[in-house]
């Protein structure tokens, strides 16, 4: 299957003003894209990239005066067969993890492990641990918020999510990550593109995604607690501990987002 993935961002600001963008597909999926997703910028401007202390790609400038654009679009061969469910994977014990995963244990900006750990072991620590767990911590933060995009905030934790019980992708995943952490189990931060394909008609307009990837049975796996479903087209671009460690872009001083356009949708067969 070949899909489409690229996105095109119109800020504008009143200054010239530094920019950090992560909007690049990951590392993880080079080997399935047709050709190289560089960011064009309008007007355009140097350009360095970096690789941060997760290794996702980033890309520095700074912006002009005025209206900037910042664009990317690539074809990504992906095998259509939606997240694989591993549901024998079990947990790994503290003590064996290995240490580069460890960091994905402890509380974050947006994850209040202190906070939210009685509730976690309260709620789940009575289930055999294992993919079992983590699919019913995903079922009850599936069903514990309500999704609108109205209820975006930018300050909102995970433990605000639980109290407030309403959030946007960004909020499921982080307290579901929370969870996660608060049982003794590895969990990361993740966004990128997640496409409608194969779902009915009509398709709600393009937008960039979050979900977590969780460390069982010796790796890292897929789960979407927003979705709480197998998707086609999940296409990485970032992980981190939370939100705050992968914003798809930073500026560094005013400015207003005044369009916004994701594409993901399956391209013609060659």
């Given at each position: 299957?070949?899909?489409?993935?690229?996105?095109?961002?119109?800020?504008?600001?009143?200054?010239?003003?530094?920019v950090i963008a992560t909007l690049n597909v990951h590392a993880s999926r080079f080997s399935d894209l047709e050709r190289p997703d560089y960011?064009?910028?309008?007007?355009?401007?140097p350009v360095q990239g970096y690789r941060d202390s997760f290794g996702n790609w980033c890309s520095r400038m700074v912006a002009p005066a005025?209206?900037?654009?910042?664009?990317?679009?690539?074809?990504?061969?992906?095998?259509?067969?939606?997240?694989?469910?591993?549901?024998?994977?079990?947990?790994?014990?503290?003590?064996?993890?290995?240490?580069?995963?460890?960091?994905?244990?402890?509380?974050?900006?947006?994850?209040?492990?202190?906070?939210?750990?009685?509730?976690?072991?309260?709620?789940?620590?009575?289930?055999?641990?294992?993919?079992?767990?983590?699919?019913?911590?995903?079922?009850?933060?599936?069903?514990?918020?309500?999704?609108?995009?109205?209820?975006?905030?930018?300050?909102?934790?995970a433990f605000d999510a639980f109290e407030e019980q309403r959030g946007v992708c960004r909020d499921y995943a982080h307290l579901a990550i929370?969870?996660?952490?608060?049982?003794?189990?590895?969990?990361?931060?993740?966004?990128?593109?997640?496409?409608?394909?194969?779902?009915?008609?009509?398709?709600?307009?393009?937008?960039?995604?979050?979900?977590?990837?969780?460390?069982?049975?010796?790796?890292?796996?897929?789960?979407?607690?927003?979705?709480?479903?197998?998707?086609?087209?999940?296409?990485?671009?970032?992980?981190?501990?939370?939100?705050?460690?992968?914003?798809?872009?930073?500026?560094?001083?005013?400015?207003?987002?005044?369009?916004?356009?994701?594409?993901?949708?399956?391209?013609?067969?060659?």
């Amino acid at each position: 299957m070949r899909i489409l993935v690229g996105c095109e961002m119109t800020y504008e600001f009143p200054q010239p003003t530094p920019v950090i963008a992560t909007l690049n597909v990951h590392a993880s999926r080079f080997s399935d894209l047709e050709r190289p997703d560089y960011l064009i910028t309008t007007p355009a401007v140097p350009v360095q990239g970096y690789r941060d202390s997760f290794g996702n790609w980033c890309s520095r400038m700074v912006a002009p005066a005025g209206r900037f654009k910042l664009r990317t679009d690539t074809i990504v061969r992906d095998p259509g067969g939606g997240d694989p469910e591993v549901s024998n994977a079990g947990e790994t014990a503290i003590e064996t993890l290995p240490s580069d995963t460890v960091l994905f244990l402890l509380g974050s900006r947006y994850c209040e492990t202190d906070r939210l750990s009685s509730i976690a072991w309260d709620l789940f620590g009575h289930l055999p641990p294992g993919w079992g767990r983590v699919q019913a911590i995903c079922d009850y933060v599936h069903d514990r918020i309500t999704f609108g995009y109205e209820h975006a905030r930018a300050t909102r934790t995970a433990f605000d999510a639980f109290e407030e019980q309403r959030g946007v992708c960004r909020d499921y995943a982080h307290l579901a990550i929370a969870f996660c952490r608060c049982l003794n189990i590895p969990a990361r931060y993740c966004n990128g593109y997640v496409s409608d394909i194969g779902l009915p008609l009509p398709h709600a307009p393009g937008d960039f995604a979050a979900w977590m990837e969780v460390f069982l049975g010796g790796r890292w796996h897929t789960f979407d607690p927003r979705n709480n479903s197998s998707r086609i087209g999940r296409i990485l671009i970032a992980y981190g501990r939370d939100a705050a460690d992968v914003p798809l872009t930073l500026t560094f001083g005013p400015n207003e987002l005044v369009a916004f356009h994701v594409t993901t949708e399956e391209a013609p067969p060659i």
